[in-house]
């Protein structure tokens, strides 16, 4: 038994986290935010998400049928971002707004199309949004609406494509998985039909995916922060992750770590609908640091539109959590574009804002046949069409983006990332962000980079010779310009050891072999005591045994189970079950 | 008999009045997340200016009419098929959840009610002017599709174009054959309206492919739009060897021997960034190429010098003229 082993078993922490002391209880997290959009600093127009909040504290009537009028005078605008506020007022209403506000209200579903949109989240925000308001207005022809369709024609139409991605999700995973920003449309979404929707089965359905997403985030936080792997992460908070919509939840639904300032939009209209209150296992799940623990996902691809041969390709998850610091990674590859973030490290700070508590390594991928791979657009727009909006992506120092010359394999807290990336590739380099918030970073004449983030010994060790680059903001950016490449990353906690001097001592030891031609190639020896094997485009293995990629659940570990094909999920916490059935729309508790 | 002669070298108007629909997106200087300028369809009739019709859409790609009822348009988009009619005013979307983003229509013209759309997963086909739809792309291997055509000379053949090249069909798209330009992305398919047996199909890197039976197999056409991208094809129905092409690299080319030889005719044309083209059936000489976020230009002298037209600061992804009425 190695002494990491040991001192796990030995380990007296509390079963989990209580509320921090200055932490108020759920109801008020609700009232705080409810109160933030109600009452918005400054003096400027009201807009959707604060008259919807003021409808539900019912005040400001006047103010907020006269804004509303006013909004809808200038024209609504984008597409299923417009139509989830308008969906909420219009529930919210409740007669309160004035009937032209109310009759304006209604006739922007007629005179405006939006955009069903190209992303997962687009579509649930615009079936979900349609489902309610044909549900509020039946009996109406076409004429009445901006689909041409009866209000019975676009109900069937929007419920049957919510349904349908209710049992994709839980046969095979979503495929905008584990976005630490967009994560909150899902909840919104759901937390709109279980409140709002009519139909018992579709409530029923919205109520028990709550559970399911929620349960999606519960075990891969680390304090409120959503670690590693996303499908979709923004620039500024792949670095500063405190800076994502997964804060707000965080904190509402947990207590854990710190909301934004102001909370985003997303989490008002979840909780301006059903501010649901997770159960208590998914409470403990979510707060429960006091083991280590593995923590395995199958997701899918984005809809891959050409060269491939399946709509949706296999994403698996692996990730390793314990209370000082987390690593999670998927296998690599572009399983996304332009968003997609494969692997990281993330410590655990007390206090997240500002902080950039993570550290991981990424080839700059850029390139037109991702995406169109996933995208319509005209071949001489797409590079530029998406830079208008998402900057970074045609930048060579860019920290987000998979690449599918990059391939990633882990056990535990040991990572293996390989790269072989041909010749010609825009962008023929690595980076590595190394946060500001390191402390004590080293480079051993080994080889090895060693630094301590909170309390995680980090230990990195770049396969080819590198470079720094300053980061705007702080931190600095390993360069390495070379093809063939890759990184070994072991993290432990400072608990194991009685110094970092021994925990890189500790380091040194290991054995770690590694080739580069013709492909990277790694041997290693992890600080858990098992030999790690991983060869680029091979499948890895552990003490000599491949991994079981065919095997993969859609859920595994100790706090969720849930077999792929399934359409089931297991929570599980101490001897607490809670099974969720999508096929017998059942929720069963135990004990 | 002279004057015959004379009368029988000269181009021919075709009778009629036409109206040229477009598929518009304003959006030069457009940041993403303000209020998109007005986009969609713009219209424009003989004589009038141009009309915004119907909702502010952007996500418009192609355009198909059916000939005996030219009123009505279908218009292949992001959120499904539409059917567009009473002069752009009135719109339903006829599809549902099941497809999406649209890439290309295709009215049978011998076959009322037979309409056929690609899309981002295959092709579907439509009995029944829109009301039920079923797969007509089952056999090709991949499905992403972005072009479609009937023959008009035998209901049911089909010519598509999808990431693997040409396909052709006998039988409503049951099943499919190679027709050429294997491997490569097919973005626009045109079938002669002189020579109903000459086709010409423009693609993403692989320049212009051409068939001369019937779209049995395509070969490619030579140079023109090798290395860049070709988007439309424009048969002059007023002279049976001129042809116009459209791409980012070339502009407009013109050829006047039937694609023997071609002219680059981009004088006049801030850049040689065109999507789109098309010729006025109603007026010999006049063509139409659509600049990106430029404008729409016009030149009456088949390509010789440009002049603006309207839709400053658009893309028109593709453009059709109408007629008013039924075509017999």
């Not at chain 1, 190209?118 to 979900?128: G, K, S």
């Not at chain 1, 790269?419 to 980076?431: A, E, K, L, S, V």
């Not at chain 2, 094809?233 to 001129?242: E, G």
Request: charged residues 20%; neutral net charge; proline residues 7%.
């Amino acid at each position: 038994m190695t002494r990491r082993m040991w001192m796990w078993l030995c380990a007296g922490m509390p079963l989990s986290r209580p509320l921090g002391a200055g932490t108020p209880e759920f109801d008020r997290r609700v009232r705080s935010v409810i109160d933030a959009y109600a009452h918005p600093k400054g003096s400027g127009p009201l807009g959707y998400a604060n008259i919807a909040a003021k409808l539900w504290l019912h005040e400001d009537l006047a103010l907020c049928s006269r804004s509303l009028e006013e909004l809808l005078a200038a024209g609504p605008t984008g597409d299923m971002f417009w139509m989830f506020p308008i969906t909420a007022i219009a529930y919210l209403d409740k007669g309160q707004l004035s009937a032209s506000a109310r009759q304006a209200l209604r006739s922007s579903f007629r005179t405006y199309m939006p955009y069903r949109g190209d992303t997962e989240n687009h579509w649930l925000l615009y079936y979900t949004s349609l489902y309610l308001m044909a549900q509020m207005w039946p009996g109406q022809d076409g004429g009445q609406w901006y689909t041409g369709k009866s209000s019975e024609e676009n109900l069937r139409e929007a419920a049957g494509w919510i349904e349908s991605w209710v049992r994709l999700t839980t046969r095979r995973g979503q495929g905008e998985y584990d976005s630490p920003h967009y994560m909150g449309l899902y909840f919104l979404s759901m937390s709109y039909l279980a409140e709002w929707a009519k139909d018992p089965a579709m409530k029923k359905r919205a109520a028990m995916m709550l559970d399911y997403l929620i349960a999606d985030y519960a075990a891969e936080n680390l304090d409120g922060i959503y670690v590693g792997a996303h499908s979709r992460v923004y620039d500024r908070p792949v670095l500063e992750k405190w800076l994502n919509v997964s804060s707000d939840f965080g904190w509402v639904l947990f207590g854990l770590g710190r909301p934004m300032d102001p909370p985003d939009s997303y989490i008002i209209f979840y909780l301006l609908a059903s501010a649901y209150e997770p159960p208590e296992i998914l409470k403990r799940i979510a707060t429960d640091r006091s083991q280590p623990y593995t923590h395995y996902e199958r997701k899918r691809t984005r809809n891959r539109w050409r060269f491939f041969d399946d709509l949706h390709g296999p994403v698996y998850k692996t990730t390793y959590v314990r209370h000082e610091y987390a690593v999670s990674s998927d296998q690599g590859g572009a399983l996304q574009p332009i968003q997609e973030h494969s692997w990281d490290v993330t410590w655990n700070v007390p206090d997240p804002r500002g902080v950039e508590n993570t550290l991981f390594t990424l080839h700059p991928y850029s390139s037109l046949v991702e995406l169109e791979t996933y995208f319509t657009f005209p071949a001489d727009i797409g590079i530029s069409g998406v830079v208008s909006s998402k900057k970074s992506y045609d930048s060579p120092d860019k920290f987000v983006g998979g690449s599918p010359f990059e391939k990633i394999f882990q056990d535990r807290d040991s990572v293996i990332v390989l790269y072989d990336i041909p010749p010609g590739t825009r962008f023929p380099h690595i980076n590595g962000f190394f946060s500001k918030d390191l402390v004590d970073l080293r480079e051993d004449p080994s080889g090895w980079i060693f630094a301590t983030g909170g309390d995680a010994y980090i230990a990195c060790r770049p396969l080819q010779p590198y470079s720094w680059m300053p980061i705007e903001g702080g931190g600095k950016r390993l360069f390495s310009p070379y093809l063939k490449n890759g990184i070994v990353v072991q993290v432990a906690s400072r608990s194991e050891f009685t110094g970092r001097d021994v925990f890189q001592r500790a380091i040194l030891a290991l054995d770690l072999e590694f080739h580069l031609e013709p492909v990277p190639s790694v041997r290693f020896r992890s600080l858990n005591g098992r030999t790690m094997t991983f060869t680029y485009g091979e499948i890895p293995q552990v003490e000599g045994t491949p991994l079981a990629y065919d095997r993969w659940p859609l859920f595994g570990g100790p706090f969720v189970e849930a077999a792929v094909d399934s359409e089931q999920l297991i929570l599980k916490w101490g001897k607490m079950r809670r099974t969720l059935d999508f096929r017998k729309l059942t929720m069963t508790d135990t004990p | 008999m002279r004057w015959l002669l004379v009368l029988a070298m000269l181009p021919m108007p075709v009778a009629g009045q036409y109206t040229l629909y477009t598929c518009t997106v304003t959006s030069k200087g457009y940041v993403v997340g303000a209020k998109l300028p007005p986009s969609g369809i713009f219209l424009k009739s003989a004589a009038g200016p141009w009309r915004h019709a119907g909702f502010n859409l952007p996500f418009l790609s192609a355009l198909d009419y059916d000939p005996r009822d030219p009123s009505t348009v279908y218009v292949a988009a992001g959120n499904g098929l539409l059917r567009v009619s009473n002069r752009g005013e009135q719109w339903k979307i006829l599809t549902g959840s099941d497809v999406t983003e649209l890439l290309d229509v295709s009215v049978d013209p011998n076959a009322p009610g037979t309409i056929y759309f690609s899309h981002t997963a295959g092709i579907q086909v439509s009995h029944d002017a829109g009301a039920t739809w079923s797969d007509a792309s089952s056999s090709l291997h991949r499905k992403y599709t972005a072009a479609i055509r009937v023959d008009r000379r035998r209901s049911g053949v089909l010519v598509a174009g999808n990431e693997e090249g040409i396909f052709r069909s006998e039988d409503g798209g049951n099943r499919w054959r190679l027709a050429g330009a294997a491997g490569i992305q097919v973005l626009h398919l045109e079938q002669s309206p002189h020579d109903p047996c000459y086709w010409l199909a423009a693609t993403e890197g692989g320049g212009l492919f051409a068939s001369s039976d019937c779209g049995v197999t395509f070969e490619s056409n030579g140079n023109l739009g090798v290395g860049r991208n070709l988007y439309d094809i424009a048969f002059d129905p007023s002279s049976p060897n001129r042809i116009a092409v459209a791409g980012w690299g070339p502009g407009v080319a013109i050829t006047e021997d039937r694609g023997k030889t071609w002219q680059l005719r981009n004088s006049g044309l801030p850049a040689p960034t065109v999507w789109s083209v098309a010729f006025d059936p109603a007026s010999p000489g006049r063509i139409y190429a659509s600049v990106h976020e430029e404008a729409l230009y016009v030149s009456n002298d088949n390509g010789l010098t440009w002049a603006k037209d309207g839709l400053e600061g658009s893309a028109v992804f593709r453009m059709k003229f109408v007629p008013e009425a039924p075509q017999r």
